[in-house]
């Protein structure tokens, strides 16, 4: 007897969902999105792209309103027969500045968003921490190889998106080139800093926060 292939969760239902509680509660798009510690472009695009493609996001977004996970993605508040318990209900908690660099630690996997038309374009790449900025190797020319001085964003975090808990971060700045030899040297020293993309021009692209913001997501 084989298992039934899990039905993908319909992207645009869940977003019409969503869009009917946040305007049931009077919350603006922008103010989602603070709430649920993303960048509004972030939001707008995951939305678009569904739960499948960052389905803690779909945690985030379901504690900032005051629903389940569940409600929002499926259209249910009780699990079928069978299934056990409905998702808990998250809740959001800000974390202080000190407490999201001390969570995203000094190296890891995170998502860049750049801004393009008529994007932005979210990716994934690791990344390293230095001296309060996030910096991460790329190819020349690629679609993570932003514009000197673009405006940038940043997203790291550690969800259980059906437990309802974990945390997240995210960096909000602009996005500049490393071109110092010394500099470039001593990004390429540190611990979990190879890179991903290859290419015939790599680059070192770092990330100057101008703001720094962190939920934890707690359960019940």
């Known amino acids: 007897m ?3 292939p899990a039905v993908e969760p319909d992207p645009a239902a869940a977003a019409r969902r969503i869009t009917e509680r946040r305007e049931q509660l009077g919350i603006e798009e922008e103010e989602l999105a603070r709430r649920a510690a993303m960048a509004p472009n972030y939001l707008r695009h995951l939305l678009t792209a569904g739960p499948s493609f960052d389905p803690g996001g779909f945690v ?7 629903t389940t996970r569940e409600a929002l993605v499926e259209g249910r ?17 800000d974390l202080t500045e000190a407490e999201c660099w001390e969570l995203v630690g000094t190296h890891g996997v995170g998502r860049v968003g750049l801004p393009v038309r008529p994007g932005p374009v979210v990716y994934p790449v690791n990344f390293v921490v230095d001296r309060h900025t996030v910096a991460y190797r790329t190819a020349g020319g690629s679609a993570t190889d932003p514009a000197d001085d673009a405006e940038a964003s940043f997203q790291v975090d550690h969800l259980d998106e059906y437990l309802g808990r974990g945390w997240t971060v995210l960096v909000l700045g602009t996005a500049h080139h490393v071109t110092d030899e010394e500099e470039l040297r001593h990004l390429a020293g540190l611990p979990g800093s190879a890179p991903w993309a290859g290419g015939d021009r790599p680059l070192w692209v770092r990330i100057r926060p101008d703001d720094v913001t962190g939920r934890r997501i707690v359960s019940g």
Do not use: M, N, V, Y
């Open 60 to 66: 985030r977004i379901a504690a900032a309103l005051g």
């Open 2 to 4: 084989t298992d039934t």
């Open 77 to 93: 508040s009780d699990a079928p027969p069978g299934q056990g318990a409905p998702g808990p209900r998250p809740r959001l908690l």
